[in-house]
Nanobody, 123 residues
Framework: QVQLVESGGGLVQTGGSLRLSCTAS????????QGWFRQAPGKEREFVAA????????YYADPVKGRFTISRDNAKNTVYLQMNSLKPEDTAVYYC????????????????WGQGTQVTVSS
């Protein structure tokens, strides 16, 4: 029903920046809350950031506060994750997700997931 495609990952040096994009199909994008998650090698998937459907209200995991910014452009069916001051510990596969439900949000409640984009930060 909802297809999500991430892009913008790559290899950067410590202190560098990347901007991830997640484009959703369908006409219901503006009705979904959006989030970003990441999964590092050998670790569980963890919450990174989230934004409400109307935009404005945002939520961030402690390790990325002050460095990452989530935003969305509903006219383009796209959510972004601007990542600045990247650290090696940010290395992971980053996934965007859509949450049609409210229960558990912003860290839970996501029903739709993209395939992920690799972010590697070299030291």
């Amino acid at each position: 029903q909802v297809q999500l495609v991430e892009s913008g990952g790559g290899l950067v040096q410590t202190g560098g920046s990347l901007r991830l994009s997640c484009t959703a199909s369908g006409r219901t994008f503006s009705n979904y809350k959006q989030g970003w998650f990441r999964q590092a090698p050998g670790k569980e998937r963890e919450f990174v950031a989230a934004i409400r459907s109307r935009g404005g209200s945002t939520y961030y995991a402690d390790p990325v506060k002050g460095r990452f910014t989530i935003s969305r452009d509903n006219a383009k069916n796209t959510v972004y994750l601007q990542m600045n001051s990247l650290k090696p510990e940010d290395t992971a596969v980053y996934y965007c997700a859509a949450a049609p439900r409210t229960l558990g949000w912003p860290t839970s409640g996501y029903d739709y997931w993209g395939q992920g984009t690799q972010v590697t930060v070299s030291s």
